[in-house]
């Protein structure tokens, strides 16, 4: 549980909330019956945003034009009291929002509603040499892979 009170703190200590960030919290804001106001999202219209219409039919084949276009659209319309709630409950360290009813994580699928970036299929990557692979995987991913046993051939 992280509910917690520091011994030597007679101020209240937030659900939820690391000790380092909790002396600029919200919350004691709220606490204080100071006005909090919900927050906005920016950003920046990118009707300018070019890109060379010579890329178009392999953006296309990537399946991600539907994510490019968004950035020549105006921004979607914001539920700002919605989006402060959520940041409120955000928890950095199990990359979840903890809500009255519980906890809830994206997925994802829910990345994949939201950016329109297509999840299945190919993975779209530069070329790969196959030597010294496992090596690679253990240092991007942390854990080698096996190496195939006497006889078989090697998966790279």
């Not at 919350?27 to 945003?49: L, Q, W």
């Not at 070019?50 to 034009?65: F, N, Q």
């Not at 659209?73 to 914001?78: A, E, G, N, Q, S």
Request: hydrophobic letters at 40%; aromatic letters at 10%; glycine letters at 8%.
């Amino acid at each position: 549980d992280l509910f917690c009170r520091m011994a030597d703190d007679d101020g209240p200590w937030y659900d939820g909330l690391i000790q380092e960030w909790d002396k600029e919290h919200r919350a004691h804001a709220i606490e204080n019956g100071k006005p909090v106001v919900a927050m906005r999202m920016r950003g920046h219209c990118a009707n300018d945003f070019p890109y060379d219409a010579w890329y178009k039919p392999y953006i296309w084949r990537l399946g991600l034009l539907p994510f490019v276009l968004q950035f020549k659209r105006r921004p979607p319309p914001v539920n700002h009291a919605a989006l402060t709630a959520l940041v409120d409950r955000w928890r950095p360290e199990t990359h979840s929002f903890h809500l009255s009813f519980g906890e809830m994580t994206m997925t994802l699928e829910d990345m994949a509603m939201i950016s329109g970036l297509p999840i299945n299929g190919r993975a779209v990557t530069g070329c790969v040499s196959a030597i010294n692979w496992r090596q690679r995987a253990g240092i991007l991913i942390g854990v080698e892979p096996d190496a195939p046993l006497p006889g078989k051939a090697d998966a790279s």
